[in-house]
């Protein structure tokens, strides 16, 4: 039985995930209210990797200390809803290479989170990076190789 007033989190076995990358985690209040409160209802871990932290923390980390504490108190907030940070990129080569059988064009960062999503189960990966404009179906036949049939990308 869950204590009074204490969150509960998606259990990573068997949640749903989506992944986000460096260009979706920004303070966007609907993305903010997602991570926080809708996923963890309905069942889904919200997952993301250190490259997107310290993609996202290289967007603010020379503006004012304001914005630095802000960004940082943010993903605390994010990690105490239950978002599951990826501590390592290992094995995803044949994720990568099949990104590049499937001839996605796109850079090498945003080809490893790409890769980082498939090889965690993610069913999306939540961007608003204009180098994922591809067709669905090119991601659904790219995810039907690791078992994700209806993986997608979501834009924000």
Known sequence: MARRGKKQHPSPTNARRWYYDACALKKDPKIHAQIINDNPKQNIMSVTSHLALGEALGNVLFKKKEQVDAFTGLIQSY??????????????????????????????????????????????????????????????????????????????
């Open 79 to 156: 990690c105490e809803a239950g978002l599951l940070v990826v501590k390592d990129n290992d094995s995803i080569e044949e994720h990568l290479l099949k990104i590049k059988e499937h001839r996605f064009e796109m850079n090498f960062s945003d080809s490893v989170h790409l890769a980082t999503a498939l090889k965690n189960g993610c069913e999306q990966l939540h961007t608003s990076d204009g180098d994922f404009d591809y067709e669905p179906a090119k991601y659904r036949a790219l995810g039907a190789e690791f078992g994700l049939s209806n993986f997608c990308i979501k834009k924000v």
